[in-house]
Nanobody, 122 residues
Framework: QVQLVESGGGLVQAGGSLRLSCAAS????????MGWFRQAPRKEREFVAA???????TYTDSVKGRFTISRDNAKNTVFLQMNSLKAEDTAVYYC????????????????WGQGTQVTVSS
């Protein structure tokens, strides 16, 4: 079992930055791939970024060059550094875990946090 708790969301102006954190419980965190997803009002949940247990990362095209996913296995935490934020990045951001390789499909993840709101004002 893995429990996930996100933090770091908030209100920021366009062009600004935020750093999201996701703290995970459990002794086997390092063996899980971790993903960040987001869901805007009236839209489906969409993939943002993912990182394997050894640190290989993937991103959706709209955030490449602006967002960076990283993990600290010693602290059971995964991060999402978001720079050059745009109004269209506004959403609830969720972290997720799966005991396998990383994936961009939310259906592949069995563990989810409660989400943290990110609002970017233009």
């Amino acid at each position: 079992q893995v429990q996930l708790v996100e933090s770091g969301g908030g209100l920021v102006q366009a062009g600004g930055s935020l750093r999201l954190s996701c703290a995970a419980s459990g002794r086997t965190f390092s063996s899980y791939a971790m993903g960040w997803f987001r869901q805007a009002p009236r839209k489906e949940r969409e993939f943002v970024a993912a990182i394997t247990w050894i640190g290989t990362s993937t991103y959706t095209d709209s955030v490449k060059g602006r967002f960076t996913i990283s993990r600290d296995n010693a602290k059971n935490t995964v991060f999402l550094q978001m720079n050059s934020l745009k109004a269209e990045d506004t959403a609830v951001y969720y972290c997720a875990a799966r005991r396998a390789g990383s994936s961009s499909d939310p259906l592949d993840y069995g563990y989810w946090g409660q989400g943290t709101q990110v609002t970017v004002s233009s």
